[in-house]
């Protein structure tokens, strides 16, 4: 019995990833203004020693969800899908309103205030997050510029969640 368990034990080790990714979610929250579309806010921790980065994002929530960022075009900001968020070793990377954020749009219900949406998070070492997030749209600007064109979700700061493993 001793040689199976450490013969599963030793299996078990080597299906693990080489660089597991040590990110923890903080003050997360969603937000919508628009029956259509919302928005996830959150801080991204990483404790580990390399960097990671965000690579999806999933929610039943809505028919689709990107990853987004704000950039100036011609004066104007603007939102872009972007490919992947990179959270620092030993760093953070925020998602609030007027940068880097969850996009949900075609949202399958409409986020009510108390609601909570869950959240999956995907890494480029293939680690995913699952988490639960309140639905606070009375959340104020916490210094970001507005969500252009799409009903302001959000700002940066609350609520704190646990990941769900």
Same mark, same amino acid.
């Given at each position: 019995?001793?040689?199976?368990?450490?013969?599963?034990?030793?299996a078990?080790l080597?299906? +693990?990833? %080489?660089?597991? %990714?040590?990110?923890?979610?903080?003050?997360?929250? &969603?937000?919508?203004?628009?029956?259509?579309v919302? !928005? &996830?806010?959150?801080?991204?921790v990483?404790? !580990?020693?390399a960097?990671?980065?965000?690579? #999806?994002a999933?929610?039943?929530?809505?028919?689709?969800?990107?990853? *987004?960022?704000h $950039?100036? #075009?011609? /004066?104007?900001?603007k939102?872009?899908?972007?490919?992947a968020?990179? $959270?620092?070793? *030993? /760093?953070?990377?925020? +998602?609030q309103?007027? @940068? =880097? *954020?969850?996009?949900?749009?075609?949202?399958t219900a409409?986020?009510?205030? @108390? =609601?909570?949406?869950a +959240?999956? +998070?995907?890494?480029?070492?293939?680690? #995913?997050i699952?988490v #639960?997030i309140p639905?606070?749209?009375a959340?104020?600007d916490? @210094?970001? %510029? &507005? *969500?252009?064109?799409? /009903? !302001?979700?959000?700002?940066? &700061?609350?609520?704190?969640?646990t990941?769900?493993?």
């Amino acid at each position: 019995m001793f040689r199976t368990l450490s013969a599963a034990a030793l299996a078990a080790l080597f299906a +693990l990833p %080489a660089v597991a %990714a040590e990110v923890t979610v903080r003050d997360a929250y &969603a937000r919508s203004s628009n029956p259509k579309v919302g !928005g &996830a806010f959150m801080v991204l921790v990483n404790h !580990g020693d390399a960097p990671v980065k965000l690579v #999806e994002a999933r929610s039943d929530a809505a028919a689709k969800v990107e990853l *987004h960022t704000h $950039i100036m #075009e011609d /004066g104007v900001a603007k939102m872009r899908p972007v490919e992947a968020m990179e $959270i620092p070793a *030993h /760093g953070e990377h925020a +998602l609030q309103r007027g @940068g =880097d *954020h969850v996009m949900m749009m075609g949202l399958t219900a409409p986020l009510a205030q @108390g =609601d909570t949406v869950a +959240l999956t +998070l995907v890494f480029d070492d293939g680690e #995913e997050i699952a988490v #639960e997030i309140p639905v606070d749209n009375a959340r104020q600007d916490m @210094g970001g %510029a &507005a *969500h252009g064109g799409h /009903g !302001g979700q959000g700002g940066h &700061a609350g609520h704190s969640t646990t990941p769900k493993n």
